[in-house]
């Protein structure tokens, strides 16, 4: 959640039947974890008699919320999992119409942006159940921005999502062409295909920046969202794949200062920023990116904390998730962590984790992106409604993710 980025993609056959092993060894984690739990020799009985029956099997509630937050607790690339015991479960899985997952992520916003103080909740969605196509929202993120090639190939907007942005505008959306038009979401079901969504204002609440010591900053007219929800993950529980399970923490300020406002291919600000401040940029030497860097940074926090909304610092994000490996340690339970991820963007070398080293692990339950789903977020080439972007082939495909 806070820290969330790009993850790897990974493969997984959709037309295979559950894995019993998978699916035995996630009953006996959540019975060994839940002293409250149902006989375990019974619910491996029933279990092993579904999937013989029908190649799968149907979590109970108590056992999806458990597999969800393990899920968040397993995530090696996320820095925020001392929270992971208070994701927020939406179950959602006799949801199928593409009007139904829209206004199930309506609430979902609503309910997560919780009037500033955020909190981590995931909407989960039908499985994936063995040779049958399923939904899933084609978005990265439900919340992000268009951007707008013009015909000299500036980019009014976010630069990631030029693709994406030409995609949904040969579906028929039109945006404002502003640096900030929120995209819509595309909603993929099996009986209708790719359908487009915008939300709706009240689900979307964004902060305007400014900074505590330039007033000019606020003439910049920066923004950002609120509620950095991934949709374009599949949640793996016991063997059993949840295509459609958008979820969201709160955010790391660096996330926004530092790379969603600073990478060269997003908004890449670090340079307006430098003109303002008055700094020497004409040799690197002078660290002016650096300089500026933290000043935006210094803005995200500031203008998040006046209007209400909660954020975290990287600093404080870096102790508590020390905090969390030594708490799993005592409980016998080891952090997998991927070093190049968990240290923040920002002065790395100046929070506790980065003088460590991590054991990196595919622990189960887990979130995991697809190729075809990153393909379809990222890539997607402007194509007639009802194709897939990317292959051509029909809007729900056989083999997927």
Not at 227 to 247: D, N, Q
Not at 365 to 389: M, Q, T, V, W
Request: aromatic residues 10%.
């Amino acid at each position: 959640m806070p820290g969330y980025r790009d993850i790897p993609t990974s493969r997984w056959d959709p037309d295979a039947p559950t894995d019993l092993n998978e699916a035995e060894a996630f009953l006996r984690l959540f019975h060994d974890e839940n002293d409250d739990a149902e006989n375990l020799g019974a619910r491996l009985a029933a279990v092993r008699a579904e999937i013989a029956a029908t190649g799968t099997y149907t979590h109970t509630r108590e056992e999806l919320t458990f597999g969800a937050r393990v899920a968040w607790r397993n995530s090696s690339r996320c820095i925020g999992r001392l929270y992971w015991r208070s994701l927020r479960l939406l179950d959602r899985r006799d949801v199928h119409t593409a009007d139904g997952i829209y206004s199930s992520v309506v609430d979902h916003l609503c309910s997560a942006t919780n009037n500033g103080n955020i909190r981590p909740t995931i909407t989960v969605f039908p499985p994936a159940r063995p040779g049958q196509p399923y939904a899933r929202i084609w978005n990265e993120q439900l919340i992000r921005y268009a951007g707008h090639r013009q015909s000299d190939g500036h980019v009014v907007g976010d630069p990631r999502y030029v693709d994406f942005t030409a995609a949904v505008s040969a579906m028929g959306w039109i945006g404002k062409g502003t640096a900030f038009d929120i995209l819509p979401l595309v909603i993929d079901t099996p009986a209708e295909g790719p359908r487009l969504f915008d939300l709706p204002e009240h689900a979307v609440s964004e902060v305007h920046l400014s900074h505590p010591e330039h007033p000019w900053f606020a003439d910049l007219d920066l923004r950002w969202h609120v509620v950095p929800a991934i949709s374009h993950m599949r949640l793996t529980i016991g063997g059993i794949h949840y295509p459609c399970a958008p979820f969201n923490g709160w955010y790391l300020g660096a996330e926004i200062g530092a790379r969603n406002l600073a990478d060269l291919d997003r908004y890449n600000m670090l340079h307006v920023v430098a003109d303002k401040l008055g700094l020497d940029t004409s040799t690197d030497a002078t660290l002016w990116r650096d300089r500026a860097m933290v000043e935006l940074n210094i803005a995200v926090l500031h203008s998040f904390t006046t209007a209400g909304v909660r954020i975290s610092d990287h600093h404080t994000e870096a102790h508590l998730f020390c905090t969390h490996i030594e708490r799993e340690e005592r409980l016998g339970r080891s952090v997998p962590a991927d070093w190049t991820w968990i240290v923040p963007p920002l002065s790395g070398s100046a929070t506790p984790v980065f003088h460590r080293y991590y054991h990196e692990a595919d622990l189960r339950p887990n979130f995991y992106l697809d190729p075809e789903a990153r393909a379809l977020a990222l890539g997607a080439a402007a194509e007639p409604a009802g194709r897939c972007p990317v292959t051509g082939a029909s809007a729900q495909p056989t083999e997927s993710m």
